[in-house]
């Protein structure tokens, strides 16, 4: 069941499809014609404003607006890939060293696809700031070859 908003929304669309079909570009344009509209209204929630207990959809009216807009939800976005606070970033780290310290290949992986999960998980520990010697990557990299590869390595 569409709510009040849903329900704008697809009367927007509708009205935008009767525009198009009018100005005769539906059939020279196309799908390209739908991948711009949604392309420009982007995947966010359109801003709303209540007045009277009634939402109304308030699309940005300027250039300076728009641009604004799509800044401010590619920063959102970047901040909740990358960032987050202090806590969560400890976390993380933790988490990041026990994989560490509990890293095994896989018999089913070749020797390339091991190391190349260890250094994965390496490089991700050093933008977290723990650095770790080569001595014990190597190290660590034969310990944790699977058993088929123990007559082939002296530890």
């Known amino acids: 069941m569409l709510g009040l908003k849903g329900f704008l929304v697809l009367l927007k669309l509708m009205l935008l499809v009767m525009i198009i079909t009018a100005a005769g570009y539906?059939?020279?344009?196309g799908e390209d014609c739908w991948n711009t509209l949604?392309?420009?209204?982007?995947?966010?929630p359109l801003p709303t404003r209540t007045v009277d207990g009634v939402e109304?959809?308030?699309?940005?009216?300027?250039v300076k607006k728009k641009l604004a807009r799509k800044n401010e939800l590619k920063a959102r976005a970047i901040e909740k890939?990358?960032?987050?606070?202090?806590?969560?970033?400890?976390v993380h780290k933790t988490l990041l060293k026990q994989q560490y310290e509990n890293f095994n290949g896989k018999s089913l992986e070749g020797l390339d696809q091991i190391y190349d999960r260890l250094q994965k998980?390496?490089?991700q520990?050093?933008?977290?700031?723990?650095?770790?010697?080569?001595?014990d990557v190597n190290l660590k990299l034969l310990r944790?070859?699977?058993s088929e590869w123990k007559t082939h390595t002296l530890i």
Do not use: M, W
């Open 125 to 135: 520990l050093e933008i977290h700031g723990e650095t770790i010697s080569q001595e």
């Open 26 to 29: 539906v059939s020279t344009a």
């Open 56 to 62: 109304t959809l308030v699309p940005p009216t300027t």
């Open 38 to 44: 949604i392309i420009l209204n982007g995947d966010s």
């Open 121 to 123: 998980l390496i490089s």
């Open 144 to 146: 944790s070859l699977p």
């Open 81 to 90: 890939r990358f960032g987050g606070n202090k806590e969560s970033k400890k």
